[in-house]
């Protein structure tokens, strides 16, 4: 069975720093493409970040570039997303999400069970 | 980059309706279109990929067409469960983009 276990929800002051992580099992993790993807409060799905199956390739949205890295272990099976200079816009449920291909570029068939990230002083 | 709509934004309809939820890309994409389905306080589901394609365990009553810039998700008799929105993904290329998505509800 595919699992995607994401790290728990916390709170962070505008400015700070975060780290979500996303443990896999179930499936060969370094075959695929990852991605974060966000959900605002009442709001819609936005993407946020791919990596590739070996981590050589790694895109972001603009409203993260400069922000945000993203990262894998492929020995420990987890996809890390470093998070800094949070702003309150950031504030969201944050998912990881399996891709169907190596490089990323396909749809994603699984999604880890959200992280909830609060950005407020 | 590729924009995805769909319009409308939300419908309401009755049990064992058929439903047709539209959306369109604003370049051709070919068949490189996914539908996923997100119950309320839920993660989302794929439903649909390659346009048509149900994925396993999918109830046959969805069904998606579509090629180039239009594409439609169906939900052939609408049951009480279907309450979701439903967002559409293109991804002909990384990382791909969702459209806004239609919430559904019952009438």
């Known amino acids: 069975e595919v699992q995607l276990v994401q790290s728990g929800g916390v709170a962070v002051q505008p400015g700070g720093s975060l780290r979500l992580s996303c443990v896999a099992s179930?499936?060969?993790?370094?075959?695929?493409?990852m991605h974060w993807v966000r959900q605002g409060p009442g709001k819609g799905l936005e993407w946020v970040s791919l990596?590739?199956?070996?981590?050589?390739?790694?895109k972001y949205a603009d409203s993260v570039k400069g922000r945000f890295n993203i990262s894998r272990d492929n020995n420990e099976n987890s996809l890390f997303l470093q998070m800094s200079s949070l702003r309150p816009e950031d504030t969201a449920l944050y998912y990881c999400?399996?891709?169907?291909?190596?490089?990323?570029?396909?749809?994603?068939?699984?999604w880890g069970q959200g992280t909830l990230v609060t950005v407020s002083s | 980059d590729i924009q995805m709509t769909q319009s409308p934004s939300s419908l309401s309809a009755s049990v064992g309706d058929r439903v047709t939820i539209p959306c369109r890309a604003s370049?051709?994409?070919?068949?490189?279109v996914a539908w996923y389905q997100q119950k309320p306080g839920k993660i989302p589901q794929l439903l649909i990929y390659?346009?048509?394609t149900l994925e396993s365990g999918v109830p046959s009553r969805f069904s998606g067409s579509g090629s180039g810039t239009d594409f439609t998700l169906t939900i052939s008799s609408l049951q009480p469960e279907d309450v979701a929105t439903y967002y559409c993904?293109?991804?002909?290329?990384?990382?791909?983009?969702f459209g806004p998505g239609t919430k559904v509800d019952i009438k």
């Open positions: 999400a399996k891709d169907i291909r190596l490089g990323g570029g396909g749809f994603y068939d699984y």
């Open positions: 179930g499936f060969t993790f370094n075959n695929y493409a």
């Open positions: 990596i590739s199956w070996d981590g050589s390739s790694t």
């Open positions: 370049q051709d994409i070919s068949h490189f």
């Open positions: 390659a346009a048509s």
């Open positions: 993904q293109s991804y002909n290329s990384a990382p791909g983009s």
